[in-house]
């Protein structure tokens, strides 16, 4: 399984956008990215996911380069709402195995 | 939008006793599983399944503990003889595994508290 490196935490202030980027230099080609957000006490809630360049969903954009060994999760104009924890994986989500969670970038948003 | 429901939301128990931590997958989803995560730890993988049967589990995932589909609706995981370690919140998730977008969908977990 890939292994992903990410920052352990960042701070914001509202409104500005927010970059965070994970490393996995030994995805496989059948691997796919995928961002957890997770609040308190409450379970990782899914972002977005990817395969390959830009995917932009109604809260935030992937960005995966062509070499695929890092990508940077995008959240445009961010609120206090967003501090939260935010979790980059990486796997085969077709192979019913499982998921593995790194340590995950505690982002703060300050007002 | 469908969701992973977990219960109880919140389990007391004294070390050594037996639990049963209940979930209800997402109705048309095939894959299950079952993570934890200690106060101020990262979320870690116990066990999958589909298909009636353990696809993959972790080494946590030892013989105290076991999960079953006892029906079409409900996943539980079992655990036989708590320790104080157990103390943890358990999540359950399930996906639908198929296409190339099936991310998984958790619940909001059990707190399992073992005294």
């Known amino acids: 399984l890939a292994k992903t490196t990410q920052p352990i935490s960042m701070d914001s202030y509202e409104g500005q956008e927010v970059n965070i980027t994970c490393s996995h230099n030994n995805i496989a080609t059948n691997d796919y990215i995928t961002w957890y957000q997770q609040f308190p006490s409450q379970g990782p809630r899914f972002i977005i996911q990817g395969y390959k360049t830009k995917v932009t969903n109604e809260v935030a954009s992937l960005f995966i380069p062509a070499d695929r060994k890092s990508s940077t999760l995008s959240l445009p104009r961010v609120s206090l709402s967003d501090t939260a924890v935010y979790y980059c994986?990486?796997?085969?989500?077709?192979?019913?195995?499982?998921?593995?969670f790194g340590q995950g970038t505690e982002l703060s948003v300050k007002p | 939008e469908p969701e992973v429901t977990q219960t109880p939301s919140h389990q007391v128990t004294q070390m050594g006793q037996e639990v049963i931590l209940r979930c209800v997958p997402i109705?048309?989803?095939?894959?299950f599983y079952w993570y934890r995560q200690i106060l101020g730890q990262k979320v870690e993988f116990l066990v999958s399944f589909y298909n009636n049967e353990i696809s993959e589990k972790s080494e946590i995932f030892d013989d105290q503990f076991s999960v079953e589909r006892p029906d079409g609706s409900n996943f539980t995981l079992k655990i036989r003889s708590t320790k104080l370690e157990d103390s943890a919140m358990y999540f359950c998730?399930?996906?639908?595994?198929?296409?190339?977008?099936?991310?998984?969908?958790f619940g909001n977990g059990t707190r399992l508290t073992v005294t």
């Open positions: 998730a399930s996906s639908s595994g198929q296409g190339n977008n099936s991310p998984l969908h």
């Open positions: 109705s048309n989803h095939l894959y």
């Open positions: 994986l990486v796997g085969d989500i077709r192979s019913r195995g499982k998921l593995i």
